[in-house]
């Protein structure tokens, strides 16, 4: 299957189509990639953009994909350093050096769960891809989002229609981490399935909750990749396996660019 993988993978050059700021410090972008959105097969993959082409800066990043639409493929992220601003920079018709689609997809199974779709920090867009998918498929889906601030929002606080906000200083929505708005989400769901992404700490919070409440879930852990592909072996996640010699690295371990980066929340160790 990994080989299979890889062979679908493309190297394109983009046309960026449109890139703008959605919210504090969080930027959308949109990319003519033809053929890599050809490839694509679900949310939770993501591509690898050569931001620059230098000695100083080698390495692709890593970035998630928030949507397809025929040949256009969108993400979202937040700036973090020299890269990423640079990103901010481009305007309508620059051109982007494009390694995709990389990664696995969340997959949705009984049809009687209803999904809980938890995203923050750059986690955003696969959660929002995934709460799209399901929005054209028919299937029900509670959307829950967390940030520092109401700044970094750019949705609306909207329970009624099974949108939860969070965030740390209670500017909007629901005061604290995702947990508490989780908890509230799930007051009227009867058979909850929860998928989620963001930064680590995040994660381990929805792993314990889930595993408490005894929720399946899957996580899409982020992770410093290097290539993408399985060959540095820089970004790995442990997996929940005690009975594996510590020295038997390729079963105690998961390389997230090629296994991931979705994973059942009970498989991995987060943190």
Not at 31 to 40: D, N, T
Not at 168 to 178: K, S
Request: proline letters at 5%.
């Amino acid at each position: 299957m990994k080989q299979s993988r890889i062979q679908l993978l493309r190297i394109e050059i983009a046309t960026v189509l449109e890139n703008k700021l959605v919210a504090s410090n969080i930027w959308k972008m949109k990319m003519s990639l033809p053929r890599i959105a050809e490839q694509y097969k679900g949310a939770g993959q993501f591509i690898q953009i050569l931001v620059q082409s230098s000695w100083d800066s080698p390495l692709r990043r890593p970035m998630s994909i928030a949507a397809v639409d025929g040949d256009q493929i969108a993400i979202i992220y937040k700036v973090f350093g020299v890269m990423t601003q640079l990103l901010t920079e481009l305007k309508p018709g620059a051109a982007l050096d494009v390694l995709g689609p990389l990664g696995n997809t969340f997959t949705r199974g009984n049809d009687e769960c209803t999904s809980v779709l938890v995203g923050g920090g750059v986690g955003l867009a696969p959660i929002f891809n995934l709460y799209e998918e399901g929005m054209r498929s028919g299937h029900e889906s509670v959307l829950v989002i967390g940030a520092r601030t109401s700044e970094e929002h750019f949705i609306d606080h909207d329970p009624k229609n099974n949108v939860f906000l969070a965030t740390d200083d209670g500017t909007i929505g629901i005061p604290g981490t995702v947990i508490p708005a989780i908890e509230k989400s799930l007051e009227n769901v009867n058979k909850p399935a929860i998928f989620a992404c963001g930064p680590e700490p995040m994660l381990k919070a929805v792993q314990d909750f889930a595993a408490t409440h005894q929720i399946p879930t899957q996580i899409s852990v982020e992770s410093y990749m290097g290539c993408g592909v399985g060959i540095c072996q820089g970004c790995v996640v442990e997996k929940c396996n005690g009975t594996i010699s510590e020295h038997s690295y390729h079963e105690k371990y998961s390389l997230v660019c090629i296994d991931g980066p979705v994973y059942q929340s009970k498989d991995v160790i987060i943190g």
